[in-house]
Structure formats: structure tokens, C-alpha cells
């Protein structure tokens, strides 16, 4: 972390989608921080245990019947000695205690590797996920499916053809009711965008009847700021009823510091809309990149990297008045015992908004925060849950976002923990 008079918007790194924001320290900031109750329930050991490792990423979690379910993007059994290829894992409470499993390691034969993005699951406790490689050529990755055996055991299947798949998959995998799969891709797209393409949107769809494979699409080819379009979409999409899918691209737009898009499926295919071109770093926010949510109302909730009100981050809501949606920056993150750089996807609960932050906080590693977000009077009051401390005691820089259990409690991940100098990564638990 930079420190400057304020904070300047910072290039993409489009290689894994690792952003700095470049910040300031601010001395006096409305703020309420609350003591930390922050308790780490697994530290990841790596080989043959997963890994986040040194500088990865951490995703959310998904449950199923009272288990949790997530992926590393290193460790497990292939190429060990050279940290792991990444794995799913199964944690779960077991006579007073958290028990983690891995399920699958990537890198065997047939298999990709480096799992990246948020996992998925259906109504059957399948799951699914994207691998940034595959097994055909190289900038080709793949979509996986991880189906229960019943005996303990998980039967892994690559739905992706070798060489026919999404060029570097980021974010999530999102659901449809049909079973289809979207996602998104920062390469194989249309328009040049630095150096390389704009990126994608792609579906992949069960096997029709009597058929064995499943069927890649590309639904939509961004073109960059050129042509007034959205660059590199980043995070999980979100349907509304209507069938409708709506994202975020990191850059591109009409001032170049990202979009909010709609993608509406017709007769002829899928059209796209930009709903939203972030201008001003200083108000609107730049670099969307954690995807978006609905409320209850139809209105859209995101964060940005940098920029809002104050210097290094924003949560924003876009309101629809017809054809027309208004954007409205409801919090802004100014690093000192704050957040800086919500990256994590955001969540309802009880009406209040949680995420995290890779970096800020009211430590002095600077390495992140869990924060929640209330309405109070018409305006949103922010909430300090836990600052991150690093290893070995804690995680650090969360790059994921929050669940809730049925009991309210919280819980994510993180890397950091007590395993190497900068650890393999962590669970954490933040009690109700």
C-alpha cells in the first residue's frame, strides 16, 4: 500500500485479476470499529492440504446441510513440491471440533488445475467451478463438476472439451434453474483491450437428451472503451426474473473506469445495455470488480476498487426509473481503521450488507477487513467486525466474500494462518 496525498486510480493487473489501489491515510473518518470476536476454525497446512499460498486469492464458501464446501487455488497431491495445483475441500463440525477434508486434487491425468473463482452448487450437492488451465492449449481453461458418491468419495467431471472453453475464467459460476452455467472470462473476446482481448460472457448447458456433452457457448464478446464498451468482466453475474443477466466489467465504458452491464436473451441471441459507466474516481468509484446483488426491490448493489467519496473504495447501489438506472454511493472506505479495496462479493443479511476489504484496517499489517454495512436514516453506517493481523495467529488480505450459517454466525476465508512465513490460508468464524 502507497501512501500519497490522495488516492489515483491504479492500472489493471489482468494476469489473475491482484489490484492495488493506491491510498491515503485520513485522520478523522465516521467510523465505528467493534472489538474483533474473530476466531480462525482451520488454518490450511498445504501439500498434500490446499493452499492459497503466498500473494493468492481466496473464494467464498458454499454449504450444503450443515457442511462447508470451497476451492484453493494451490495445494493438494499433484506437483507438490512445487506448492500444489490446487483442491475442493469439505469442512464440516464434527464431535466439538472442525474437521477439514480435501475431495479432489487438480493435476491428475485428464484433469486442470488452478481453480479459480467462486464454486457452485446445485440442488443435488453437485458442484461446480472453473479452472484457470485446462488440457488442450494453453490459454484455455475449464469448467469442473465434483458429484457425492455416497460413500465419502466425490466422481470428478471436466464439462469443457479440451480445446473449446472459456479463455481465462475469472470470478464465479453462476446457476440457472435449467441447470445451465454462466461465467465469465477475461479472454476470447472481440475488441483489443491492452494486451489482449476484452473478455466474455459464456454459458455451458446440460447434455441435451441422448447426448453426452455439454454445450460451450459465448453469449457475448466485449469490444473496450473504444467502442464504448465494457473491458474485462470480473466477479459473478445475477439473474433477475426476467430472465436478464447483469455484471460488472473492471474497465472500459465511456470515461474508461468500468461498467454495469445488462445482457438480455432474444430470438437472435443475447443484447447487451451498459446500464452504468463509472466516471469520476472522486464520486463515483473506479473498478468494479465483486459482482453484483439484488434486494428485494430490484435495485442493484456493487463495490468498486478505489475512488468514491473518500480514497479507496466504495459500495454503490443502482436504482431503475425505467429505462434509466441512478447510481448512489453509499459508503466509502478511507483506509485508516477502515477497509481499502472491497473485493469480495457482498451479501445480505437482516437487511445489513457484509464483505471484505483485501487491505486497510485498524492493524498495523494493514491487510484487511470483514465489514457491515447498516441503514440508518437514509444513509448506510459502516462497521469494522474484524481487522486482519496476518500470520501466524490470523488470516490476512480476504479476498472473498462472507456466509452466513442458520445460526447467523459468520464465515470465510482468507490466506495467512500459522502454517510457512506468510501461511497457506485460513477458515474464519465471526460469531453473531
Same mark, same amino acid.
Given at each position: 500500500?502507497?501512501?500519497?496525498?490522495?488516492?489515483?486510480?491504479?492500472?489493471?493487473?489482468?494476469?489473475?485479476?491482484?489490484?492495488?489501489?493506491?491510498?491515503?491515510?485520513?485522520?478523522?473518518?465516521?467510523?465505528?470499529?467493534?472489538?474483533?470476536?474473530?476466531?480462525?476454525?482451520?488454518?490450511?497446512?498445504?501439500?498434500? +492440504?490446499?493452499?492459497?499460498?503466498?500473494?493468492?486469492?481466496?473464494?467464498?464458501?458454499?454449504?450444503?446441510?450443515?457442511?462447508?464446501?470451497?476451492?484453493?487455488?494451490?495445494?493438494?497431491t499433484y506437483d507438490a513440491e512445487y506448492g500444489g495445483l490446487g483442491t475442493v475441500f469439505e469442512l464440516s463440525f464434527q464431535n466439538g471440533a472442525w474437521v477439514?477434508?480435501?475431495?479432489?486434487?487438480?493435476?491428475?491425468?485428464?484433469d486442470g488445475w488452478r481453480p479459480n473463482g467462486n464454486p457452485v452448487m446445485d440442488g443435488d450437492g453437485n458442484l461446480y467451478g472453473v479452472l484457470l488451465v485446462g488440457t488442450g492449449v494453453s490459454d484455455i481453461g475449464a469448467v469442473f463438476k465434483l458429484s457425492p458418491d455416497g +460413500?465419502?468419495?466425490?466422481?470428478?467431471?471436466?464439462?469443457?472439451?479440451?480445446?473449446?472453453?472459456?479463455?481465462?475464467?475469472?470470478?464465479?459460476?453462476?446457476?440457472?434453474?435449467?441447470?445451465?452455467?454462466?461465467?465469465?472470462?477475461l479472454g476470447g473476446g472481440a475488441g483489443t483491450c491492452d494486451d489482449g482481448?476484452?473478455?466474455t460472457i459464456f454459458e455451458l448447458s446440460p447434455p441435451a437428451k441422448n447426448a453426452k456433452k455439454w454445450k460451450?457457448?459465448?453469449?457475448?464478446r466485449f469490444f473496450g472503451?473504444?467502442?464504448?464498451?465494457?473491458?474485462?468482466?470480473?466477479?459473478?453475474?445475477?439473474? +433477475?426474473?426476467?430472465?436478464?443477466?447483469?455484471? &460488472?466489467?473492471?474497465?472500459?465504458?465511456a470515461f474508461n473506469n468500468g461498467t454495469v452491464f445488462e445482457l438480455s436473451p432474444g430470438p437472435l441471441g443475447w443484447t447487451e445495455k451498459i446500464l452504468f459507466n463509472f466516471g469520476s474516481p472522486y464520486t463515483d468509484g473506479f473498478y468494479p470488480g465483486g459482482g453484483l446483488i439484488f434486494d428485494d426491490h430490484g435495485n442493484l448493489y456493487g463495490t468498486t476498487l478505489g475512488g468514491g467519496d473518500g480514497c479507496c473504495g466504495a459500495v454503490f447501489e443502482l436504482s431503475p426509473s425505467g429505462e434509466h438506472w441512478t447510481e448512489k454511493v453509499l459508503y466509502s472506505f478511507l483506509e485508516a481503521g477502515d477497509g481499502s479495496g472491497p473485493q469480495g462479493?457482498?451479501?445480505?443479511?437482516?437487511?445489513?450488507?457484509?464483505?471484505? &476489504?483485501?487491505?486497510?484496517?485498524?492493524?498495523?499489517?494493514?491487510?484487511g477487513v470483514v465489514f457491515k454495512l447498516s441503514p440508518s436514516g437514509g444513509t448506510w453506517k459502516g462497521t469494522v467486525?474484524?481487522?486482519?493481523?496476518?500470520?501466524?495467529? +490470523?488470516?490476512?488480505?480476504?479476498?472473498?466474500?462472507?456466509?452466513?450459517?442458520?445460526?447467523?454466525?459468520?464465515?470465510?476465508?482468507?490466506?495467512?494462518?500459522?502454517?510457512?512465513?506468510y501461511g497457506n490460508g485460513v477458515i474464519y468464524q465471526i460469531p453473531r
Open positions: 500500500m502507497t501512501e500519497s496525498s490522495q488516492c489515483q486510480p491504479s492500472r489493471l493487473v489482468r494476469t489473475l485479476i491482484v489490484f492495488t489501489v493506491m491510498a491515503s491515510i485520513s485522520a478523522m473518518m465516521p467510523r465505528e470499529a467493534v472489538a474483533a470476536t474473530e476466531t480462525v476454525i482451520y488454518n490450511f497446512m498445504g501439500p498434500p +492440504d490446499g493452499s492459497n499460498g503466498y500473494g493468492g486469492l481466496s473464494y467464498n464458501l458454499v454449504q450444503n446441510a450443515g457442511h462447508f464446501y470451497g476451492v484453493t487455488s494451490a495445494g493438494g477439514e477434508q480435501v475431495i479432489h486434487s487438480f493435476g491428475g491425468p485428464g +460413500d465419502g468419495t466425490w466422481a470428478e467431471t471436466i464439462l469443457t472439451s479440451p480445446n473449446v472453453g472459456p479463455h481465462v475464467p475469472v470470478g464465479g459460476l453462476t446457476l440457472d434453474a435449467a441447470g445451465n452455467l454462466y461465467g465469465v472470462t482481448s476484452c473478455g460451450f457457448t459465448k453469449l457475448y472503451p473504444k467502442a464504448g464498451d465494457g473491458s474485462w468482466p470480473n466477479g459473478n453475474l445475477v439473474f +433477475d426474473s426476467a430472465g436478464n443477466l447483469y455484471g &460488472t466489467t473492471v474497465e472500459g465504458g462479493p457482498l451479501v445480505f443479511h437482516n437487511g445489513n450488507l457484509y464483505a471484505t &476489504t483485501r487491505s486497510g484496517g485498524a492493524q498495523q499489517s494493514d491487510v467486525l474484524h481487522s486482519f493481523s496476518g500470520p501466524p495467529g +490470523d488470516g490476512w488480505e480476504p479476498a472473498g466474500g462472507v456466509i452466513f450459517d442458520r445460526h447467523g454466525n459468520l464465515f470465510g476465508v482468507a490466506n495467512g494462518g500459522a502454517y510457512g512465513p
